[in-house]
T-cell receptor
Framework: SQTIHQWPATLVQPVGSPLSLECTVE??????LYWYRQAAGRGLQLLFY??????ISSEVPQNLSASRPQDRQFILSSKKLLLSDSGFYLC????????????FGPGTRLTVL | SQQGEEDPQALSIQEGENATMNCSYK?????LQWYRQNSGRGLVHLIL?????REKHSGRLRVTLDTSKKSSSLLITASRAADTASYFC?????????????FGTGTRLKVLA
């Protein structure tokens, strides 16, 4: 069966510090991968998605970047965090066809102080 | 861009009652999905309904889709305290070559024991 992992679960970082959030998927090959951000009590905002290694599509201009160094690994990064980067970050995967169910990881709660 | 918008934003009911949530969207879709999110957790897929379907059931869940009105509803029958969560609809982006879903802002359901 497929599983998706995210770490860390929670993170508190000062403004201006770098960020690296990791997401890995097990039990499937060539998944589509997604990064979302959720502000408190709000819906999900799609940040990035990837249909293959090294292929990243950015949805919202921002302070963040994403990379996919391996088939089942998706990394969200920032060189210098802003206060507005605080939120709940969710990674998800779907099958290659794309237009189907998305499976979400447990999320990372990021607080920038 | 299209966006699913849930209505109501918040709903509080007694255990055993039925809960109905609605979702409206703006453009053509291939399918629409409903997800559930417990506080501070990832999203869990509940049900997917395709654009050529009008109604779908899964256990105590019933989803309807009216493509002419660009709306969907999620009915939870005989609600339980454990159904307390936020519920989101997600619509796919029918643009060629994209693999994106647009999530609404969610309905926060509280079931009182």
């Amino acid at each position: 069966s497929q599983t998706i992992h995210q770490w860390p679960a929670t993170l508190v970082q000062p403004v201006g510090s770098p960020l690296s959030l990791e997401c890995t998927v097990e039990g499937t090959s060539n998944p589509n991968l997604y990064w979302y951000r959720q502000a408190a009590g709000r819906g999900l905002q799609l940040l990035f998605y990837s249909v293959g290694i090294g292929q990243i599509s950015s949805e919202v201009p921002q302070n963040l970047s994403a990379s996919r160094p391996q088939d089942r690994q998706f990394i969200l990064s920032s060189k210098k965090l802003l206060l507005s980067d605080s939120g709940f970050y969710l990674c998800a995967w779907s099958r290659t066809s794309g237009k189907d169910t998305q499976y979400f990881g447990p999320g990372t709660r990021l607080t920038v102080l | 861009s299209q966006q699913g918008e849930e209505d109501p934003q918040a709903l509080s009911i007694q255990e055993g009652e039925n809960a109905t949530m609605n979702c409206s969207y703006k453009t053509s879709i291939n399918n629409l999905q409903w997800y559930r999110q417990n506080s501070g957790r990832g999203l869990v897929h509940l049900i997917l309904i395709r654009s050529n379907e009008r109604e779908k059931h899964s256990g105590r869940l019933r989803v309807t889709l009216d493509t002419s009105k660009k709306s969907s509803s999620l009915l939870i029958t005989a609600s339980r305290a454990a159904d307390t969560a936020s519920y989101f609809c997600a619509t796919d982006d029918t643009s060629a070559g994209t693999y994106k879903y647009i999530f609404g802002t969610g309905t926060r359901l509280k079931v009182l024991a």
